[in-house]
């Protein structure tokens, strides 16, 4: 049974079709639980995310961006396919496959992504709106 905010469904609240979605996908954003992950302010329109995604490489990691949703996965090998003859004793390292998603604002972009011991930090910035300026012609009656 799927639970839906009764708040939207609402007959007076008409065109609100995108905040339910972008509250909908927070929602299933936020019941992800791996790779842990921070989320750091470096400045006033600069955020930092650093995912914990240590025995990755850089061609196992994929940072995309759609339709405002940041979109963090890892793929793994299969055991098998590595051809890793040694055994482990204990495994205490999660070696999965992961895909983690975060909802970004209006505006945010990300601006770069770097895998630094075992950590990958996304960077997302919000730049400056550029400001637009429109002459209106005024016209004379007549």
């Not at 639970?3 to 929602?27: K, N, Q, W, Y």
């Not at 061609?59 to 793929?75: I, K, M, P, S």
């Not at 004793?89 to 770097?114: N, P, W």
């Amino acid at each position: 049974m799927t639970t839906r905010t009764l708040v939207f469904d609402s007959p007076f609240l008409l065109g609100f079709e995108h905040t339910r979605a972008l509250i909908e996908r927070a929602a299933k954003a936020a019941a992800e639980t791996y790779p842990p992950y921070n989320v750091a302010q470096l400045a006033e329109d600069r955020l930092r995310i650093s995912l914990a995604v240590a025995g990755f490489s850089p061609d196992q990691l994929q940072v995309t961006v759609e339709n405002n949703q940041l979109v963090v996965a890892g793929r793994r090998e299969v055991e098998g396919e590595r051809g890793d003859a040694s055994g482990y004793l204990h495994r205490g390292i999660a070696a999965r496959s992961f895909m983690r998603s975060f909802v970004l604002a209006d505006g945010m972009e990300v601006d770069c992504a770097t895998l630094e011991h075992g950590l990958l930090h996304v960077d997302v910035v919000r730049p400056e709106p550029a400001k637009n300026v429109k002459q209106i012609p005024i016209r004379t009656a007549g």
